[in-house]
């Protein structure tokens, strides 16, 4: 990894920097010998110690004993090591329901903004001149402008009348507030794919919706991806929206959930780190499979948006 | 809310016309002899759903509780039209205006908080270094991470972790947690947002760094130019582009700041760390329906402002690129 990263034709994650030239790698041609700037390492290695050590912690605490963990001392190892906590965890804040639910939401919320704002955008970018679907994309792009507390009333008022006070009330919201910045990401996207694949396409004799299904969406699984990864962590992570509009507390997501236990965990620090681990371990994983796309969303999200 | 739809058309223009010069290009390969083609009527199975859903759970909540805002609703039963009386007694509340104070002072002290280390970040991992893939790695796990859940971790910290290394080492200050502090309670939030919110800012400004040609910092070589001078004359004018988008985008954000606090004071100690967002969902179980839409119309109103501001400038910025 460390000389991949450093040499011109490596893949993966180091491919999108040598494709563009990097200045250190211009001056280091000319010279013909790399250096490595050590001090800057130093520093870069004490500085990761402020995202690792947090994490570290919650590991280490939620394997600790009851005993051990309420002694203070943050940073020594668990000894012995004890998964008790884990067990206690999961049967007080009964996990399986909440992972449940949290699963669910999130797939959802991944699924429907990527379907709704796929084919919105396609047939937005395909009907410019036609002033319903313009208008439509001003229209549906607006809600960038509106943050979630300022509808957060009505909208807890409207979902309990409509008997959406729940997780399915919760995912529609979600893939709502994704909508804007999906749609505005799709868009730019499909204006740089060229008509003249898809005329082809028609003049084998596919419909618009074959069209779409057969060519343009699979067309669109970068993008897709993209935007399913935004979705993924806007809604996995959640709390302010679940704890407003899901009324039952036992229908709860993952991160409303450590809060609402968050006084009955009182100073078993094992069983509330272990819970924070399992409620935190998701995201990472997929993060850690995924890291590429993340890196790539972000930085594509920001010059687009 | 016609104002939201206004400002988005307006400055949107230039979308606009990069669009239909794009469809312009088509036109001359398909459709040249008729205008407008007609419409295939799948296009509006497409469409309708999202309008239709988006139209139900954004627009309508949105005109209704700016409807409210002008009533004496108080969530439930009768209510009666008042006029402008909530937004009167909003900008005398001494709970929302203390409220606005702290998310205003704390936004604008992440914001730049994050943005320095972000960019010096970015500097570094950008630079003549090994490892880069994995320390690049490491730097983005706090964003994947709840931000609730991570400031229950940091309360750990900041309530046990740190008093104990306080009395352990003699510094009187830090033997109190600062959590029950109500002058230092703010700096904790502020620790754990930025924690959350720094790698965001620092892929955005990797690319931007990425952007910039070789032959640039060639020439200042040349030139002689100092590591320092190279990164003030050089790095940061030609990165002031991204340097804008991150601020504004991270404001805009951390106006809404909500459940970080939560996880970590829940508002106080007393009411010193509550946010505007926190004020305004006290609406929902205080009775004061609308009472808080008028504060949330007001905070949704300055949302706008920023958003314009932010189009304005980054345009600005397109239009150098």
Known sequence: ????????????????????????????????????????????????????????????????????AVDGNALSLPAPIDFSG?????????????FTISVLVTIGTVVGTVLLAALASYAIVRNWEHRLFRYSFFYLLAAMF??????????????????????????????????????????????????????????????????????????????????????????????????????????????????????????????????????????IIVYLFTQRWVMEGVTQGAVKG | MTTPITPVSATAGSLVVEAERGQGDHIVGAHTRSGKPKVDPVYYLFLLPTLILFTLFITLPALLGIFYSFTNFIGFGDWQLVGLTNYIAVFSDPAILSSYGFTFGFALVTVILVNVIAFLLAVALTSRIRL???????????????????????????????PALGSATGIGWLQESILANENLAWLAIVIVSAWQSIPGALLIYIAGLLSIPGEVYEAADIDGASAWVRLRSVTLPLVAGYVVINVILGFKNYLNVYDIIVGLTDGGPGTATRSIAMTIFTGFTGGDYAYQMANA?????????????????TRGKAALS
Not at chain 1, 86 to 91: G, H, I
């Open chain 1, 86 to 98: 884990f067990s206690q965890a999961w049967d007080l804040t009964n996990f399986p329901v909440a």
């Open chain 1, 146 to 283: 509106l943050p979630f507390p300022v509808v957060a009333l009505p909208q807890i008022q409207l979902t309990g009348l409509v008997g959406l006070a729940n997780p399915v009330g919760v995912t529609i919201l979600h893939i709502m507030f994704q909508l804007s910045f999906s749609i505005l990401l799709f868009t730019a996207f499909l204006r740089s794919i060229p008509l003249e694949l898809e005329e082809s396409a028609r003049i084998d004799g596919a419909t618009t919706w074959q069209t779409f299904w057969q060519l343009i969406f699979p067309l669109l699984a970068p993008m897709s991806a993209t935007v399913a990864i935004f979705a993924f962590l806007a809604s996995w992570n959640d709390f302010m929206m679940p704890s407003l509009i899901i009324a039952d507390s036992s229908q709860q997501t993952i991160p409303v959930v450590q809060k609402i236990f968050q006084t009955q965990f009182s100073s078993n620090y094992n069983v509330s780190f272990a819970s924070y681990l399992m409620a935190m371990a998701p995201a």
């Open chain 1, 1 to 68: 990894m460390t000389q991949e990263s450093t040499r011109p034709l490596a893949p993966a994650v180091a491919a999108s920097e040598d494709t563009r030239t990097s200045p250190a790698r211009r001056r280091r041609g000319k010279v013909g010998q790399e250096t490595t700037n050590w001090p800057v390492m130093i520093i870069l290695f004490l500085c990761s110690l402020t995202v690792l050590l947090p994490l570290y912690v919650t590991i280490s605490m939620s394997m600790k004993t009851s005993a051990q």
């Open chain 2, 132 to 162: 880069k893939a994995p320390l690049r790695a490491i730097f983005v796990i706090p964003m994947v991470i709840s931000g609730i859940v991570i400031a229950f971790v940091f309360k750990y910290l900041f309530s046990n972790s740190l």
């Open chain 2, 297 to 313: 119309t007001l905070f949704f109103i300055i949302a706008v402002l920023i958003s314009i501001l932010q189009l304005r400038l």
